[in-house]
Nanobody
Framework: QLQASGGGLVQAGGSLRLSCEAS????????MGWFRQAPGKERELIGS????????NYADSVKGRFTISRDNGENTVYLQMNSLKPEDTAAYYC????????????????WGQGTQVTVSS
């Protein structure tokens, strides 16, 4: 089970940190990813982090502004979001899965519920 939290309303240029706590799985063996879905749009992978935390990938739309980290002792993955823009408004989802190929494409296996992030202009 994955439980996401930390969403809310923030002004453009502000920051938020999302958390996703895992239970019932061997957390450190899973690649963790963050997705988002805005109304009327497809769900978008915005980044992932390997089980050890040594590998991180980001979508171009968030690179340099968002940072994914994890604490395997706390079974938690984080998404630090800085310099937020109105276009970052979406429901954000965490997922646990694996890299499906050498290109490190992330394949989710478990999903958390969404947490809403709204960025006002």
């Amino acid at each position: 089970q994955l439980q996401a939290s930390g969403g809310g309303l923030v002004q453009a240029g502000g920051s938020l940190r999302l958390s996703c706590e895992a239970s019932g799985l061997t957390f450190s063996t899973y690649v963790m990813g963050w997705f988002r879905q805005a109304p009327g749009k497809e769900r978008e992978l915005i980044g992932s982090i390997s089980g050890s935390g040594g590998t991180r990938n980001y979508a171009d739309s968030v690179k340099g502004r968002f940072t994914i980290s994890r604490d395997n002792g706390e079974n938690t993955v984080y998404l630090q979001m800085n310099s937020l823009k109105p276009e970052d408004t979406a429901a954000y989802y965490c997922a646990g899965g694996y890299y499906s190929d050498p290109a490190l494409n992330f394949s989710p296996r478990y999903w958390g519920q969404g947490t809403q992030v709204t960025v006002s202009s």
